[in-house]
Nanobody, 126 residues
Framework: QVRLVESGGGSVQAGGSLRLSCVAS????????MGWFRQAPGLEREGVAT????????RYADSVKGRFTVSRDNAKNTLYLQMNMLKPEDTAMYYC???????????????????WGQGTQVTVSS
């Protein structure tokens, strides 16, 4: 069973930066995918940035391209999300997710992930 624990959320002003961390334990397929998702009140959960564990392929939502970077430290079993130039519309609960099966492509769809963390809140003020 996979356990994911996020940290690093907080409140910042627009233009600021935050780095989220997700420590993983348990089985994650070496050819699987991990990623960051977010959900704002009243909206559906959406993919932000995902990473293929084996090949390193990354995918980003159009709204965060050029501002967010996803990375993974294999030795620490930790996934990161560096968020720069934050905007008020980035305000949401951010979740880390993973697959325990192999994939060819790191999907941005939440439906393709079967392990989730509890989330960490990010609030960006204007």
């Amino acid at each position: 069973q996979v356990r994911l624990v996020e940290s690093g959320g907080g409140s910042v002003q627009a233009g600021g930066s935050l780095r989220l961390s997700c420590v993983a334990s348990g089985y994650i397929a070496s050819g699987g995918s991990m990623g960051w998702f977010r959900q704002a009140p009243g909206l559906e959960r959406e993919g932000v940035a995902t990473l293929h564990i084996g090949g390193g392929t990354q995918r980003y939502a159009d709204s965060v391209k050029g501002r967010f970077t996803v990375s993974r430290d294999n030795a620490k079993n930790t996934l990161y999300l560096q968020m720069n130039m934050l905007k008020p519309e980035d305000t949401a609960m951010y979740y880390c997710a993973a697959t325990n099966y192999e994939v060819l492509w790191p999907s941005l769809s939440p439906r393709d992930y079967n392990a989730w963390g509890q989330g960490t809140q990010v609030t960006v003020s204007s």
